[in-house]
């Protein structure tokens, strides 16, 4: 979820939901293909630590709108948040 620049990825998407998928994540970043094999522990773009989640909040389920490995539980999400997409 954003922590800071929310103005910015609004302006990026032309719209609500940013975080709902990883298309309008990207886009709502301003992370395009220059980004490719980019090392996601320096800038410009990197993920940082955050508070950790407790285990009771963790939801596991399938992915969503795939048809390869439809059935394999990969998809993660903190059941408190109101960016994730579907639950």
């Given at each position: ?38 090392l996601l522990v320096e ?13 009771g909040d963790i939801v ?28």
């Amino acid at each position: 979820e954003p922590a800071e620049g929310e103005e910015v990825m609004l302006r990026r998407r032309g719209r609500g939901e940013l975080t709902t998928g990883p298309a309008r994540l990207v886009r709502a970043l301003g992370v395009g293909p220059q980004l490719q094999r980019h090392l996601l522990v320096e800038a410009p773009l990197w993920i940082e630590r955050g508070t950790p989640v407790p285990e009771g909040d963790i939801v596991t389920t399938v992915r969503i709108g795939i048809s390869k490995g439809a059935s394999m539980p990969l998809r993660f999400y903190d059941r408190r948040s109101r960016w994730v997409s579907r639950r």
